[in-house]
């Protein structure tokens, strides 16, 4: 059996590690990067540092407009799907190489699994929420790893071969936190634990605003701890459309450094007081790590973690940023809300007895 697993940002191939290790016991995989975290501190370095497969093939796609970026990948994707027949192509997640991955596989009649299925922010203007809503519709074996998502697709008519599994980020964080501990060490980064605040900002909803980038760096500047932030490039580059270099030399206490290894990031997770940010897969890191986490955002895809009230919404612009990072208090990190990290076993198991069943009919 061959398995075609699409990848192409940092937190794909944060999840391709467990994944490939187990599904490749029972399969041949072949994996494609398209480039889309183009970047070495980005995406690079993490199939080094976890161990991924070379990719058998690398698209090289790099940065373009929605459109232009989500074409080339599905013109290269379809030449690649072509020569090599697979059985399935493996997507994950929500990204422009999620959707990319569905469509060449959907229009070439090719079974199609989604790993990480069932997710909604409801919010459209997200094209996150377009891009999976658009690959759980043409996917032929879903793994949602949340009751919240498996409910989510049984709403929208999609009930056959959905299997909730877990979630693999989580069998990510418990095989990686240890070897993180030993590699890494918090004077790299000139922080001290639980002395720091960890913040990521990347999504345009917040960097296209000058407003809220503000005001998000003014809360910032305002708090008596250091504010570690790996800046992302597209944080940066509007930082220096902005004119805002003036904001973060007058904060001495945040502390800009380039992006960070998974690693790397796992251990500043771990050892921070809190943790602000607007990314999906570091709300649910936080979560892990039993850290505080305020996601800058109206919604979010992991309902879960607010739910229990380990992490919080926050507008920047109509709240109190600094005071609420002061005064939250989690509650409850107890339960297990995304499985028990063995996510990327059963998903292999499961791929394995869908196509034993597969067979089986057209017998």
Same mark, same amino acid.
């Given at each position: 059996?061959?398995?075609?697993?699409?990848?192409?940002?940092?937190?794909?191939?944060?999840?391709?590690?467990? #994944? &490939?290790?187990?599904?490749?016991?029972?399969?041949?995989?072949?994996?494609?990067?398209?480039?889309?975290?183009?970047?070495?501190?980005?995406?690079?370095?993490?199939?080094?540092?976890?161990?991924?497969?070379?990719?058998?093939?690398?698209?090289?796609?790099?940065?373009?407009?929605?459109?232009?970026?989500?074409?080339?990948?599905?013109?290269?994707?379809?030449?690649?799907?072509?020569?090599?027949?697979?059985? $399935?192509?493996?997507?994950?997640? /929500? !990204? %422009?190489? !999620?959707?990319?991955?569905?469509?060449?596989? &959907?229009?070439?009649?090719?079974?199609?699994?989604?790993?990480?299925?069932?997710?909604?922010?409801?919010?459209?203007?997200?094209?996150?929420?377009? %891009?999976?809503?658009?690959? /759980?519709?043409?996917? &032929?074996?879903?793994?949602?790893?949340?009751?919240?998502?498996?409910?989510?697709?049984?709403?929208?008519?999609?009930?056959?071969?959905?299997?909730?599994?877990?979630?693999?980020?989580?069998? $990510? #964080?418990?095989?990686?936190?240890?070897?993180?501990?030993?590699?890494?060490?918090?004077?790299?980064?000139?922080?001290?634990?639980?002395?720091?605040?960890?913040?990521?900002?990347?999504?345009?909803?917040?960097?296209?605003?000058?407003?809220?980038?503000?005001?998000?760096?003014?809360?910032?500047?305002?708090?008596?701890?250091?504010?570690?932030?790996?800046?992302?490039?597209? !944080?940066?580059?509007?930082?220096?459309?902005?004119?805002?270099?003036?904001?973060?030399?007058?904060?001495?206490?945040?502390?800009?450094?380039?992006?960070?290894?998974?690693?790397?990031?796992?251990?500043?997770?771990?050892?921070?007081? $809190?943790?602000?940010?607007?990314?999906?897969?570091?709300?649910?890191?936080?979560?892990?790590?039993?850290?505080?986490?305020?996601?800058?955002?109206?919604? !979010?895809?992991?309902?879960?973690?607010?739910?229990?009230?380990?992490?919080?919404?926050?507008?920047?612009?109509?709240?109190?940023?600094?005071?609420?990072?002061?005064?939250?208090?989690?509650?409850?990190?107890?339960?297990?809300?995304?499985?028990?990290?063995?996510?990327?076993?059963?998903?292999?198991?499961?791929?394995?007895?869908?196509?034993?069943?597969?067979?089986?009919?057209?017998?």
């Amino acid at each position: 059996m061959k398995i075609l697993t699409v990848a192409g940002t940092r937190p794909q191939l944060v999840k391709v590690a467990p #994944v &490939s290790r187990e599904l490749r016991k029972h399969a041949k995989e072949i994996l494609v990067n398209t480039g889309q975290h183009y970047d070495y501190n980005m995406a690079g370095i993490f199939f080094e540092e976890l161990n991924i497969p070379k990719p058998d093939y690398d698209l090289g796609i790099g940065s373009a407009s929605h459109g232009k970026q989500t074409g080339e990948m599905l013109k290269m994707i379809e030449e690649v799907i072509l020569k090599e027949n697979p059985n $399935a192509v493996l997507v994950y997640g /929500d !990204t %422009n190489s !999620t959707l990319a991955g569905a469509l060449a596989a &959907s229009k070439l009649h090719i079974p199609l699994i989604h790993i990480e299925a069932g997710l909604r922010s409801f919010n459209k203007n997200m094209p996150e929420e377009i %891009n999976r809503i658009l690959t /759980d519709h043409v996917s &032929s074996l879903l793994f949602p790893p949340t009751e919240t998502a498996a409910e989510n697709l049984k709403q929208e008519n999609i009930t056959e071969n959905v299997v909730k599994i877990g979630d693999v980020m989580y069998d $990510a #964080v418990l095989y990686n936190t240890a070897i993180a501990e030993e590699k890494y060490h918090l004077e790299e980064f000139g922080v001290r634990e639980k002395e720091y605040i960890l913040a990521t900002i990347h999504r345009a909803e917040n960097t296209d605003s000058k407003d809220k980038l503000t005001a998000i760096f003014q809360a910032f500047a305002k708090l008596d701890e250091k504010v570690l932030l790996p800046l992302h490039p597209r !944080t940066k580059h509007k930082l220096q459309e902005y004119g805002m270099g003036n904001l973060l030399d007058g904060a001495a206490n945040i502390r800009v450094i380039e992006p960070v290894s998974y690693l790397e990031m796992l251990l500043l997770e771990k050892k921070a007081k $809190a943790i602000v940010t607007d990314s999906g897969g570091v709300q649910k890191e936080a979560y892990f790590a039993k850290v505080p986490c305020l996601t800058l955002r109206p919604e !979010t895809e992991w309902v879960e973690t607010v739910d229990v009230g380990c992490n919080r919404l926050v507008d920047p612009l109509e709240e109190d940023l600094a005071a609420i990072i002061q005064e939250f208090q989690p509650a409850d990190y107890s339960k297990q809300l995304y499985g028990d990290g063995k996510a990327s076993e059963k998903i292999s198991r499961e791929i394995i007895k869908f196509f034993e069943k597969e067979a089986a009919c057209v017998l």
